[in-house]
Every structure is written in structure tokens, then in C-alpha cells.
């Protein structure tokens, strides 16, 4: 792997959870691999009062809490703690910043050499703006005497495709696009990655990809826990823009993209663009009936009583906020005309779990089944992102004995198998990805507004339809019961998977 270049990268809102739970836990990892530059120096920037060693003596008591056990050496954990520093600031006020130049000045050593920058900005959206004029104001947005400069968000990207216009446009002022790097930490994830290398690197999958063998294509992201004390943020998001508009549109395009000429950052991203593209719009009645909303209600689940989405800390007690939605889209091109590609996200599921699944067409002519069930087996291909991450294709074979009975059996892959190979968590990626320059994994602009540009409408349609249909689904269920129509097609229904990626077809999360 590429060592970086050195640079010093700035954290704004270091004091957050972001910063303790994945970034630094992330750098700690990549440390740990030595993949870090020589002298690395890591700036925390935030509102909270502390100093150098305050917030050293901080994350000395959070960061062993968030990495793994086989990594907590002493001596390793104390010299990169050495490596961070911190300044406290208004980040609102633009006078202010003058006490992160003469921080840098100091950080950039008595060489006086001019350092790369990497500016990561883990705090609310409403600051992107601000924080960016002010590092415009004092020269910090461009490359400098053949030192380069990044600027890392974390997404919402926008709320709507106004507002993310309108951010794209801000950022743009001041820092080209080759310098923004979006998070989507989905991307970061080494099996959504792995869509990419399963359809590119084996001859036999990309052949059968596409309308004349696929019949529809899932993809699933359940989540078993709830809002959690993030219900104000969630009450003005809800499952379309939390989930749906960047991360599960984004594997749909992963899955869904043409093969790109050459493996660069362009390249690919321009691929995912064109899926973006594609998406055929939905109309007033398309949504109503291609979409399914859900909340969930309090219910008991496993002996424990759960709480309703609207009983959650800073929810409204009339919230029609979703909790879950279920989509069936289309995506209108060459390749996928008329096949359906399903989506479905929840909160408070059975289980914790996202895969995607290529449903592939029956055969043309049934040769050995004998009943109706039988004839609309079909073969699947799973993309299993997390956990059990691995791959499972289910086939047809013959059960032993007389006669030609068929019973579909599993041929699996798990990373697991790996033995001591890591699955590395999506912020390592990223962060390092960012270091070396590539933007592959990273959301371009123009792909963040067509995916608003598809998901506006629905949005536009549930605020001035205020009696569009919500279902309740009690917390612990596997969503509302209109979402199994959703699926077109007698006996086909989602795929209800488990924790394990060989276990489906039960409710087996005990
Ligand atoms: C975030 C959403 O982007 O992704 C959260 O805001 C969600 O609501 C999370 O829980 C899921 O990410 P992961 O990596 O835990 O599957």
C-alpha cells in the first residue's frame, strides 16, 4: 500500500463523537500499519475549551474503548497520542482562525516548509459554509508552492436538490471539485467495494447482468436499533434521506453501472453518474404506488418492551416521519430496462443487516419441477455488505434417490474464511484514500444532485400530501405488510435474511 505524503490534517468539531468513535480510531489503525507519513501531526479544532494536552489525556481514555483489543499497546498508543494537537475556537467567527494559522506555523516545524492539508469538517452542515469562507479568507482552500490542500464532508449533502445546489455551489467558490471529498461511508465499506470487483473480475457473472437474465434486484439495510438520541436530527430526515438518497443508491449504482474503461477515480464516478441518470422519475401515482412508509410502533420483542418511533427523545408526538420505506425503482437504460430494482431500510428490524440480491429469471422450460412453488425457484446471487460479509449463491441440485427432485441448495463464501485477514472498518479507507489523493470512494457533486434530483418529487409529494399513507410496524417486525406487495410476482417476497448469511427464510435472530 501507498504511504501518504505528509500533511497535517485539521478536524473540525474534534471534540465530537465522530472524531473518538471513527477517526481516530481509524488513524490509530492506520498507524498501527505504519501506513501513516513519518512526522504526522493531527489538529483537533472545536468549541470545547482544552489544550494539546487535555485533549491528549481525553482521547488517552476514549481511544482504547473504540480500537481492537489485539491493539492496545501501550507504548504505540502513547506516541501517537503525541501526535494530536488541539486549539480551541468560534468557528463562526472568521477573526478567530488567525489562532489556527499560528497553530499551523508551529506545526510546520522550524523547516518553515509548506505542509499539505487535509481539512475534515465532522461538524453540522450548517457550518460547512462558514468554515469554508473562512479558510478561503485566509488563504488555506488552494494548492500552494506544490502543496496540495483537501477538504473532507460528511453527508447530508444538501437536504433537498435546492439545498444541495446551493452547498455545491458554496464549496465550489472556494475549493475545486478535485479537492472535495464527500464521505459516504457505505462506499468505504470493503464489500461494497467488492460489487464492483465480483462483476469486473470474474467472466461469469457480467454476461447474465443484466435485463435478459435478471429479474429484479433487492437491497436491503435493516437496522435493529432505533433512532437512538438522534431524534431531533432524524425527525427532518427520516428514512428516504437518511439512508436511501446516498447510501443504498448509491450501491444500486455500484450494481447497476456500465463496466468503466480504466479503473480511476473519473472513470468510475462517471459510470455511477450515468446510473444516476437513468433512474426513471416517479409521478404522483408512481409513489403512491411504488413506495411503502413505515414507523414503528412500541411494541415487546424478545421480552424486552421497545419503544415507538414517536415516544423517542425530540420526536414530535404526531411524527409521520418513516422510520422505513421500501422502493421500487427503475432504472431506464440498455441494460436494465424493465427490470425492478427493490430497496427497502428500516429502523428497529429483527436484525442488523444490508445485502443486495440478483434474482436471476427461472429457467425457460421446467424440466423437473412438479409443483407451482417449484417453477418460480429462482437463482440468486447475495452480496452480503455486513455482517458475515461475503457472497452466497443459491442453485438447484438434485436430492439423492430415485426420481429428479430438486432442492436449492447454498454455495457461500464468508471473508470470516479468510482466517486473519481484517475486514478494515470504512473511515480507514477513506482517510487514507483522501491522503493519497483518491477519489474514487468519495461522492462527486454532480451525483449528489441527480440522486436528489430522483428522490425531490417523493419528498415534494409526502409534504403536500400530508395523508399519504404511513404504516405502523411494531418495533422488532420486519416492517409493514404492504411492503410484501411491493414485489411483483406470485411466491416472490423480500429475502429475509439473518445474521447469518446462509440463514434465511426464518426468523432466526434469537
Ligand atoms: C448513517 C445514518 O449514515 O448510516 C444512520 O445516518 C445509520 O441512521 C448509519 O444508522 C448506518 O451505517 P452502518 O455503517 O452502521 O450500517
Redesign the pocket.
Known amino acids: 500500500m501507498i504511504k501518504p505524503a505528509e500533511h497535517i490534517l485539521v478536524i473540525f468539531g474534534a471534540s465530537g463523537d465522530l472524531t473518538k468513535r471513527k477517526l481516530l480510531p481509524a488513524l490509530f489503525e492506520l498507524y498501527y500499519q505504519k501506513l501513516l507519513p513519518d512526522t504526522y501531526s493531527v489538529l483537533g479544532v472545536g468549541r470545547t475549551t482544552l489544550d494539546d494536552s487535555s485533549f491528549r489525556e481525553r482521547m488517552h481514555e476514549e481511544l482504547p474503548q473504540h480500537i481492537a483489543k489485539e491493539q492496545h499497546n501501550r507504548n504505540l498508543l502513547k506516541s501517537f497520542i503525541h501526535k494530536l494537537h488541539y486549539i480551541s475556537l468560534n468557528t463562526s467567527v472568521v477573526k478567530d482562525y488567525q489562532k489556527l494559522i499560528d497553530k499551523l506555523i508551529i506545526l510546520c516545524g522550524d523547516s518553515n516548509q509548506t505542509k499539505n492539508y487535509i481539512f475534515y469538517l465532522a461538524t453540522p452542515p450548517s457550518l460547512y459554509t462558514t468554515i469554508t469562507e473562512a479558510l478561503a479568507y485566509y488563504g488555506l482552500n488552494s494548492n500552494r508552492n506544490n502543496a496540495w490542500t483537501r477538504i473532507i464532508i460528511e453527508?447530508?449533502f444538501g437536504y433537498d436538490l435546492k439545498s444541495a445546489k446551493e452547498l455545491n455551489g458554496k464549496l465550489l467558490r472556494y475549493f475545486n471539485e478535485d479537492q472535495i471529498y464527500r464521505i459516504?461511508?457505505?462506499l468505504g465499506?470493503e464489500t461494497v467495494q467488492n460489487v464492483m470487483v465480483t462483476r469486473f473480475s470474474n467472466g461469469i457473472f457480467e454476461p447474465l447482468w443484466n435485463r435478459n437474465y435478471v429479474h429484479h434486484v433487492e437491497i436491503t439495510?435493516a437496522?435493529s436499533?432505533g433512532?437512538e438520541n438522534?431524534g431531533g436530527?432524524?425527525e427532518r430526515?427520516g428514512?428516504l434521506r437518511?439512508?436511501v438518497q446516498?447510501?443504498l443508491l448509491q450501491i444500486a449504482a455500484l450494481i447497476a453501472m456500465e463496466p468503466p474503461s480504466v479503473n480511476n477515480p473519473t472513470a468510475i464516478r462517471n459510470e455511477t453518474l450515468k446510473v444516476f441518470q437513468s433512474f426513471k422519475p416517479l409521478n404522483r401515482s408512481d409513489i403512491e404506488d411504488q413506495i411503502i412508509r413505515g414507523q414503528y410502533t412500541s411494541s415487546t420483542f424478545r421480552g424486552n418492551k421497545m419503544k415507538g418511533y414517536r415516544d423517542e427523545k425530540g420526536v414530535g408526538l404526531e411524527s409521520r416521519t418513516e422510520t422505513y420505506v421500501a422502493i421500487k425503482i427503475y432504472i431506464d437504460n440498455w441494460r436494465w430496462g424493465g427490470v425492478p430494482f427493490y430497496i427497502r431500510t428500516g429502523?428497529r428490524l429483527p436484525t442488523?443487516v444490508?445485502e443486495a440480491v440478483i434474482h436471476f429469471k427461472p429457467t425457460p422450460h421446467k424440466l423437473f419441477c412438479f409443483d407451482e412453488m417449484q417453477m418460480n425457484r429462482d437463482n440468486q446471487l447475495i452480496i452480503r455488505?455486513?455482517p458475515d460479509e461475503g457472497l452466497l449463491l443459491k442453485f438447484g441440485m438434485k436430492v439423492p434417490g430415485t426420481g429428479f427432485r430438486v432442492q436449492e441448495v447454498n454455495m457461500d463464501f464468508h471473508y470470516s474464511d479468510l482466517g486473519d485477514v481484517k475486514v478494515p472498518e470504512?473511515y480507514q479507507r477513506l482517510l487514507l484514500d483522501c491522503m493519497n489523493g483518491d477519489a474514487t470512494l468519495f461522492t462527486r457533486g454532480d451525483a449528489v444532485e441527480e440522486a436528489w434530483r430522483f428522490i425531490d418529487p417523493i419528498l415534494e409529494y409526502w409534504k403536500s400530501n400530508s395523508k399519504n399513507i404511513l404504516h405502523g410496524y411494531p418495533a422488532g417486525t420486519w416492517g409493514p405488510k404492504a411492503a410484501e406487495e411491493l414485489i411483483e410476482g406470485k411466491y416472490l417476497t423480500w429475502r429475509y435474511p439473518c445474521k447469518n448469511l446462509t440463514n434465511d427464510g426464518i426468523f432466526c435472530e434469537l
Do not use: L, W
Open positions: 453527508k447530508p459516504d461511508h457505505f465499506k439495510s437496522e436499533i433512532v438522534r436530527y432524524y430526515s428514512a437518511d439512508m446516498n447510501h429502523k442488523r444490508t455488505i455486513q470504512a
